[in-house]
């Protein structure tokens, strides 16, 4: 593959690419400090200025920022522009709590979907290409982020949306889709899908881009067969823009970050110190050059890890590797975001004590999701259709509350295992 969205800055020297960051963080941490009062109180606390941040070396002298941090400043705290100079919201799938909203200027969505268009370029696209869009639509990033990208490279964007998997197939095969962009496992589900109406031939896909959730190289491996494509990953979280912080290229082995506009760095995530190349730890980004919504040193939780090691596709941008895990509790099944803390939260309001497992698989690439959960002496009964009817109200309760339904099994008193110190709540037995 010889093509580059945006070439000098995808193959910049290290002196060209640190030069650029060096120049923006400046202006950024004046942006921050000037606009976002967070921002200031947490500097002053740290006896930071602006004028003390002159190069990228002194990122080290901020203050990390986390996921809390925003959902205290929701909606307007870590607003950095005035709103009427904004023109977008997205939003994180948190379902219940306080949502993070992202805001965007015009600019903001620009330098996000010139993101995108670089990971499309990346992957063989080119405005010949038909760019079949079945990542979600709305607050959730996906859909609008790699529809602008699509727009970008000026390939023809067919803004499909998840879901009416029937409806999606007959429009890959009607209007011959070229490139497919959705998360790893509605891609399975479709090839699965695609083969049982004997369409694969009718197929012209040759590309897909897929990320939002973890996703093994074995899986990678059984949809490049099945859909008879390359599969590439994309990565990217709402806080930061959405989809296109990192995109794979050719080689296939991991993502180049836009380190442009997404300054990496690798944590331990108990110690909270910097750690070198290649080590693994939790990816903090600072956004260099966001205006609506910058955010400083903001901690992932997501496990992976950094390497300049050179690239066969020409691109000098770091890369970082699949992400390994999460360092918090959180949980994505199926693309949706998980606490263990929400289905607590339900249990004890239904009644029930503490006393659960969460049971996560992936059976042909589909999340298999399940709470077993103990009946309190009340609740025991021995009549199978009571037992059914509570499993289905907790079921209810359950889904309105994470906005996807688990299995819900009802076991005997004390027959989950206790623990003396950390209970584990969750067994996660995708091997990703
Ligand atoms: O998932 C943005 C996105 C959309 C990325 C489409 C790629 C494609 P959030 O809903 O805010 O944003 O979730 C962000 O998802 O912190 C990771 O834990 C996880 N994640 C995203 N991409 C990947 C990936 C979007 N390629 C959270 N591999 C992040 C593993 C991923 N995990």
């Not at 809390?68 to 522009?81: N, T």
């Not at 979280?237 to 080689?251: A, D, F």
């Not at 006393?355 to 009964?381: A, C, G, L």
Request: hydrophobic share 35%; glycine share 8%; proline share 4%.
């Amino acid at each position: 593959m010889s093509s580059y969205y945006q070439e000098k800055i995808e193959r910049a020297s290290r002196d060209e690419m640190r030069a650029l960051q060096d120049e923006r963080i400046v202006k950024q941490v004046q942006h921050v400090y000037k606009n976002v009062a967070p921002y200031r109180e947490k500097m002053k606390e740290k006896g930071v200025e602006p004028g003390d941040i002159k190069s990228i070396d002194d990122l080290g002298k901020l203050p990390f920022t986390t996921k809390d941090d925003l959902r205290d400043g929701y909606p307007y705290g870590y607003l950095a522009m005035p709103l009427a100079d904004c023109v977008r919201i997205q939003s994180t799938s948190g379902t219940t709590g306080k949502r993070v909203v992202a805001f965007y200027t015009q600019h903001d969505i620009d330098l996000w979907e010139d993101c995108c268009a670089r990971s499309i370029v990346a992957v063989g696209g080119t405005k010949d290409d038909v760019v079949h869009v079945s990542y979600g639509y709305g607050l959730f990033t996906g859909g609008p982020g790699l529809n602008g990208g699509s727009h970008k490279v000026g390939s023809l964007t067919l803004p499909m949306s998840s879901g009416l998997t029937e409806r999606q197939i007959q429009f890959m095969t009607d209007l011959g889709s070229t490139i497919l962009c959705c998360t790893p496992s509605y891609a399975a589900m479709m090839a699965e899908t695609i083969h049982a109406e004997g369409l694969i031939d009718d197929i012209k896909l040759k590309a897909g881009i897929f990320g939002a959730e973890a996703w093994s190289e074995e899986m990678r491996r059984d949809i490049e067969k099945n859909l008879r494509i390359k599969a590439y990953d994309i990565y990217g979280l709402t806080e930061t823009t959405g989809p296109g912080v990192s995109y794979e290229c050719s080689e296939q082995t991991g993502m180049h970050v836009n380190e442009d506009h997404f300054y990496p760095e690798i944590i331990d995530p108990d110690t909270l110190e910097l750690l070198p190349e290649d080590s693994k730890g939790e990816i903090v980004f600072t956004n260099l050059t966001k205006e609506a919504f910058p955010l400083m040193r903001y901690r992932t939780r997501d496990i992976t890890r950094l390497t300049r090691k050179e690239c066969s596709c020409g691109r000098t941008l770091v890369k970082m590797a699949k992400p390994m895990g999460r360092s918090d509790d959180m949980l994505i099944i199926r693309g949706v975001n998980v606490f263990p803390s929400q289905i607590e939260a339900v249990l004890l309001g239904q009644g029930y004590q503490a006393n659960y497992v969460i049971i996560v698989d992936r059976v042909n690439h589909t999340d298999t999701f399940e709470v077993q959960v103990e009946m309190p002496e009340h609740i025991f009964s021995d009549e199978v259709r009571k037992i059914e009817k509570s499993e289905g109200e907790l079921l209810l309760a359950m889904r309105s509350v994470l906005g996807i339904s688990p299995k819900v099994r009802l076991v005997a008193p004390r027959s989950i295992p206790r623990s003396e110190g950390k209970a584990v709540r969750v067994i996660d037995k995708r091997k990703i």
